[in-house]
């Protein structure tokens, strides 16, 4: 599998990072290997076989809906870059324009 | 010295008013001291709360009172949350955050009695095998500074290897305390997938990441898995099955034991000491009775591609939090997803981005069953293999790694060298079953050789006892580096 620089830059926009020109020719070149070498899986015929997500027989957990204590807000919001008025604030989600 | 006790050692002498936790703590701290500059293994020394802590363990035991590791100093590798010291993942994506609570394996450690020294490192988020994709910087190998000391979690490694602390946690997601331990000449388990509550564990891989311990000998393993292991509700991950007495397992005794030798693991390319090595520890075993036999794990060659798709399309989902939002520097833009792209771009490191990437890719439309739903499918007879073996023998023993260190550097370009490292590790990841790592030998240059031991879902007790038996009979977990 060749990934060119334009799949490297869509990949980029969906996992929301920034890279360098260099950083995006050197991703296209490792994740071509990389999935070449994965590509060793087709060999193997895997039609009848049931997919593993997880190891363990796990079953949904229930327990009553009554409130427990948790993390005070001061300290939940200890770590944040920005906060106001008890909450986390970030930057505008809507430019002026009215687009995401 | 203090600081050439194993774990179990330590435990007696306090017991027995020989030493204090005070004096155990400090004579760590001092070697911390000492050794650091050179090593590079914590990324941070709590060294006045590790006093503080020791001496609150000295006037509880003069009160009476005991604890499993009561006044016992250890080393916690820097994914788990600790509430108020530095947790950065080895991320600069992280840098300042103090974690608001602590997390229940580390807790567990506390409420027995452990005296924290520090944080240690790790590879960033614990993506690597050589602590190389470290933000803060690699650490060295105690056997020889330049080489690696393995990775994720070489710090803890190296710590316990060169004395630096009794015991320590790590985290194992493909291999992460089982290949640093082989690097550095000490012993790790990781328990069974849903064995240890990942509850304050910081995610990287959520269907393979496992809290495992370090130390210098079965037993001293044995003694930390019984206080971390157990139910939490907390994580439903981990299972609500009794929690057996680790150290009563240690019976000394091998005879009739079945041991299996899965003949794939011997492959080319092998450096031809580690086989050796191996194959000398496979016969100790077959001197103490135990019934060797050779098995076949056939699919052992996808255990690299599999992985590598699963674990990064994992990861590509939880490290999705780090937004500069909640946690860690922002590097604002004006608006909100410039501010993301550039906060995660000059956060993450190379490694990290490049795990992502591939996890984003494997999982995005168009590409999912080709890529992770396939895998997920050989992960399927991955276990399976392991199934069938277990039907056949009690124990598997392997190499953990078809080399020793490699040069600090020598495969930090290439990430598929690198991962290849992991190549025998990576199966019991995928398996969920236990598996540890102990010395079983030396190469050429005097650096050690790990030998993997592991078994079926759930039976630590036997991983552990194998473990042990050897190491009545073998002195390679004695050896320590000249430092």
Redo the contacts between chains.
Sequence with gaps: MK?DRA??EH??E??????TDD?IA??AG??S???D??????Q?D?GA????????P?RN?F?PDRAQPS?PRD??L?????SAEGQ?R????L?DAGE? | MLTDLTLTEAQRKLRAGEITAVELTQAHLDRIRALEPALHAFLTVTAERALDAAAGADRRRAAGKDSPLLGIPLAIKDVLATEGVPTTCGSRILE???P??TGTAVQKLFDAGAVMLGKTNTDEFAMGSSTENSGYGVTHNPWDLDRVPGGSSGGSAAAVAARMALGALGTDTGGSVRQPAAFCGTCALKPS??RVSRYGLIAFAS?LDQIGVFGRCAEDLAALLSVIAGHD?RD??S?DLPVPDYTAALTGDVAGLRIGVPREVFIDGMQPAVEQAIRAAIDQFAALGADIREISLP?T??G???Y??IAPAEA?ANL?RF????????H???????????T???G?G?EV??R???G??AL?AGYYDA?Y?????????I?QDFDRAFGDVDVIVAPTTPTTAFRIGEKAGD??QMYLSDVFTLPASL??IAGASIPCGVDEAGLPVGMQLLGA?FDEPTVLRAAHAYQQVTGWHRRAPAL
């Design positions: 990934i799949t490297v990949i980029a969906l996992a929301k990072l920034d890279l950083e050197l991703y490792q994740l290997d990389i999935l070498a994965v590509g060793q899986l087709e193997l895997t076989i049931p997919p593993t997500a997880s190891v363990l796990l957990v327990r993390l300290a939940a200890a770590n944040a870059a920005d986390f970030v930057d505008a989600v430019d995401g | 300042g955050f103090l608001p609570y997938y849903g269907s509700p439903s991950t299972m699919h060659e996808y690299l591609p599999v590598y798709i590509s999705a937004d500069g939002v909640r946690y860690g520097p922002r604002a833009q004006g608006a909100l997803w410039p501010t993301y792209k550039a995660r771009g000059q993450f190379a981005k490049r992502i990437m591939l984003t890719y995005s890529y739903l396939k895998a997920q499918k050989v992960r399927t007879l276990k990430p598929m398996a969920g879902a």
